[in-house]
């Protein structure tokens, strides 16, 4: 009988062998994808998530670690606070009372909703209740997003006034909202333009309220382009939201940082407005202390029950010893709160100083600047300078974003897109512009004029 020598044999056995392990590898394989697309489909984002983006200032954040520019773009002081907040913290960390280092009331420190209550009881003119009608969170962000989980349900359509501070979109959209948008738009193009002159068309307004529209954000001074609203628009605003029953959320975190002969005016004291008005306040930008992150919500009880809830269920309390320096800093100046010595006071003058330096430079190197009533950012239309350069090399979609990576990795200046701050049908409104922060040192003001200048030349 024939057969095949052994050698062979073996090594017709180990080809079918290694036939076998290429094919259960193979099966393998498309056993592990199968698997894991099982697993990245169950584990993804939830539908309430889907189609969220890493936001500008994670992108820009990380742009200006890597060229380490100028930083004019967030908006932080690059300056000590007031040396009364920061002795008082350090005062309250060697404090030989131990519950200062411990858990404190979940809805707000007790001394510190007890000095927001004196404050705003005299701003607004009527008696706010420090345990039912004032929620201590963490920075103005947590307030916004209480304010909005809280109030908006599945379908709920939410006004959001373009440009707009980022998160106020998702936020809308994670709680089931549908978000409608209204852009500010400039009413001239020559001249000295103001943030006056960035006004809502009425009628486009009146058109967005309807029976689905149950709350309106408004943003007062504004962010980014320093509107101060003036009383005759916030009256037509307030009369919409009486008329259509709709709750306004508006964010007052500049509220002390106004210029000239601008004056804001909190929407919940007019007629009708207190009830449907939750107002946002930060100890950031009132104290420059934006590292601390505690903001909060005051409005009529029945409402801040609903960020109650919201934030007992995520962030339950904010740090004790932060709160009790903030509260400590509020008491000193409710002292001396119509005199000069006021921080609330004394820093509007030290930064319409800076906001004029910078809106000087901004036109002398060609860019067309808004000046800006309150806040500290500007925005400066950049426009006349895109023949100048070539943005060919930035593979961004749009204009703004493509311009401020080019100055940074280029010219060793950072500002913000403000394209990030429209909805996707509008981004095309702020492609033209370039958002830049004054509330920084006179020298590194002094250095980005300098820089512009030598581009210039």
């Not at 304010?147 to 939410?158: K, L, N, Q, R």
């Not at 004291?269 to 919500?297: C, D």
């Amino acid at each position: 009988m024939l057969s095949l020598p052994t050698r062979l044999l073996c090594q017709q056995t180990r080809n079918l062998q290694g036939k076998q392990n290429i094919l259960s590898a193979a099966v393998n394989s498309l056993h592990q994808k199968a698997t894991a697309n099982i697993t990245m489909e169950k584990f993804g984002l939830p539908k309430r998530l889907q189609g969220s983006k890493p936001s500008v200032w994670n992108e820009y954040i990380a742009l200006a670690m890597q060229y380490k520019p100028l930083n004019l773009g967030q908006g932080f002081p690059d300056e000590l606070p007031p040396s009364y907040v920061t002795d008082a913290l350090a005062d309250i960390a060697k404090s030989d009372n131990p519950m200062l280092q411990q858990y404190t009331r979940g809805y707000g420190h007790v001394r510190l909703v007890q000095a927001l209550s004196k404050l705003y009881s005299k701003l607004v003119d009527r008696e706010i209740n420090p345990l039912s009608e004032i929620l201590i969170t963490s920075g103005a962000y947590e307030a916004l997003y209480s304010s909005i989980m809280g109030h908006i349900d599945v379908g709920d359509e939410v006004i959001i006034i373009e440009p707009f501070f980022d998160c106020y979109e998702p936020m809308v959209k994670m709680a089931g909202g549908v978000p409608r948008f209204i852009a500010l738009k400039p009413n001239k193009s020559n001249g000295t333009i103001t943030s006056a002159d960035w006004v809502l068309d009425d009628a486009e307004l009146e058109q967005l309220f309807n029976n689905k529209t149950k709350m309106i954000i408004l943003n007062t001074p504004h962010n980014p382009i320093g509107k101060v609203f003036h009383r005759e628009e916030l009256e037509r605003i307030a009369a919409l939201c009486r008329k259509w029953n709709v709750l306004c959320l508006s964010d007052e975190v500049y509220e002390w940082m106004v210029y000239d002969d601008a004056k804001h005016i909190r929407i919940c004291t007019l007629p009708g407005m207190w009830e449907r008005t939750i107002t946002i306040g930060s100890a950031g930008k009132t104290f420059s202390v934006t590292g601390w992150k505690i903001g909060w919500a005051y409005g009529p009880a029945n409402l801040i029950t609903n960020l109650q809830m919201v934030h007992q269920n995520s962030v339950y309390t904010c740090p004790t010893p932060i709160q009790e320096a903030v509260a400590r800093g509020f008491e000193l100046e409710l002292e001396r709160l119509n005199s000069p010595d006021c921080y609330f006071n004394s820093l509007p003058q030290e930064l319409k100083v800076k906001r004029d330096f910078m809106a000087k430079f901004l036109n002398d190197a060609g860019l067309k600047p808004t000046i800006p009533e309150g806040g500290y950012f500007m925005l400066a239309d950049w426009s006349k300078l895109g023949n100048k350069i070539d943005l060919s090399s930035e593979g961004d979609q749009y204009q703004d974003y493509k311009f401020t990576k080019w100055m940074t990795k280029n010219m060793g200046l950072q500002g913000i897109p403000p394209s990030a701050f429209y909805g996707e049908d509008h981004k095309n409104l702020g492609e033209s512009f370039v958002r830049y922060c004054f509330i920084k040192k006179q020298e590194n003001l002094e250095k980005a004029a300098e820089l512009l200048k030598k581009w210039k030349s």
